[in-house]
């Protein structure tokens, strides 16, 4: 082919181009757009008292939306199509407000309330741990998300201590009693739920030690198989009519049980350093051992032993500390009791005794 055959195809090319035209930048269309319609709004509220709710906005033509939740926050969110945003209320009314936004511009709006309410409290417990005069309070409860309120019952029109959840509160009573505690859990909204919860509060546990006080704690515990108890007397008579005694007995578990009680304080052996304790056992021979420990440190102790001497009668044994305890350096707090230590008890009367006001004197 020469180079004349190539002229008419060039001129075909050339008005077959000029026919066409770019039309990318026509924005004719925007001139019939519309504003975006069918305009929802659709809330999801967490069952747990937190206040979060999810808004999810849809309309049909919308670019965006501008979500106005209706409390004190001032700033909307942007919310794209298919999108969501959370927010956090407080238990009320709100009316929730949604601009769409379409292509052209326009705008579409629409409103609608929101009800947050809050669910009342469930499975709230109180745990109230008494120190002499002091008692201190916590509690739990499933959507206490407001806290706690604790009334401790010992004052008219008493005002409430606020406290979070996991956190407690001590407070000291001005004398011994019992108080029944009140606790309010809050829901963070108008429902309350509460409890009540009845404490015994004591005085200081001193010597002597007798029984009789009813707003003294005689709290002895046990170990190795030894069972003490508190009960009415039941041999008053001779050296000892008081109401109240103490009773122990050595099962047939472990040669060195024991029991003990725990004094408010230190013992004071500055002038004083022998226990008496009238005792009733139901034989002679009885080995009785009296040991005095520092509370949280059993390295810190001393012991002494006495003889029962009469059987089915109330006789008084000395343990005399004289010679072992010289002043207050050990702090011993702690009374402890042996029955025939080193031998295994069999829970029979031969190897129980009452006994009852113990006495540190000179």
């Known amino acids: 082919m020469n180079k004349l055959s190539y002229i008419p195809l060039l001129l075909l090319i050339a008005l077959g181009s000029s026919c066409n035209k770019d039309t990318f930048d026509n924005t004719d269309f925007l001139k ?3 504003a975006p319609s069918d305009e929802a709004i659709n809330f999801k509220i967490t069952n747990d008292n937190s206040g979060l709710v999810t808004i999810t906005p849809n309309s049909a033509g919308a670019t965006a939306y501008d979500i106005y939740f209706g409390d004190a ?47 009342a409290p469930e499975s709230l417990t109180i745990t109230a741990n008494a120190s002499l005069h002091d008692l201190t309070v916590s ?19 008493e005002v409430p201590v606020l406290i979070a959840e996991g956190a407690s509160v001590t407070h000291t009573y001005a004398q011994a009693g019992k108080y029944q505690v009140k ?50 007397n039941p ?34 052996f500055t002038t004083t350093k022998k226990f008496k304790v009238k005792v009733y056992s139901w034989r002679p021979g009885l080995r009785v051992l009296l040991q005095l420990e520092r509370n949280g440190d059993n390295s810190f102790m001393e012991n002494t032993e006495a003889v029962t001497t009469q059987a089915n009668t109330w006789e008084e044994l000395t343990f005399d500390f004289s010679s072992k305890i010289t ?8 009374i402890l009791f042996f029955l025939d230590n080193g031998t295994q008890g069999d829970g029979s009367q031969n190897y129980t005794i009452l006994f009852d006001d113990i006495v540190l004197t000179n």
Do not use: C
Not at 88 to 95: A, D, L, R, S
Not at 202 to 231: H, K
Not at 237 to 247: P, Q, R, Y
């Open 32 to 34: 019939t757009g519309t």
């Open 73 to 119: 926050t001032t700033d909307p969110a942007r919310v794209l199509p298919g999108q969501n945003t959370t927010h956090i209320y407080k238990e009320g009314t709100y009316p929730v407000k949604v601009v769409a936004s379409g292509i052209t511009g326009q705008k579409t709006e629409v409103t609608k309330q929101l009800v947050v309410t809050f669910r």
């Open 139 to 157: 509690a739990k409860a499933l959507y206490a998300t407001g806290g706690y309120k604790v009334y401790f019952g010992d004052a008219a029109n």
């Open 183 to 232: 606790v309010e859990a809050l829901s963070g909204g108008a429902a309350i739920t509460a409890a009540t919860k009845e404490v015994t509060i004591y005085n200081a546990l001193t010597l002597p030690m007798t029984f009789e006080q009813p707003d003294i704690n005689y709290a002895w515990g046990d170990f190795g198989g030894s069972v003490t108890s508190v009960i009415p």
């Open 235 to 268: 041999y008053p008579g001779g050296i000892n009519t008081s109401a109240t005694v103490g009773k122990i007995i050595k099962t047939k578990d472990q040669t060195w049980a024991g029991n003990y009680i725990v004094m408010s304080s230190p013992m004071d």
């Open 327 to 334: 002043d207050n350096s050990k702090k011993l707090q702690n």
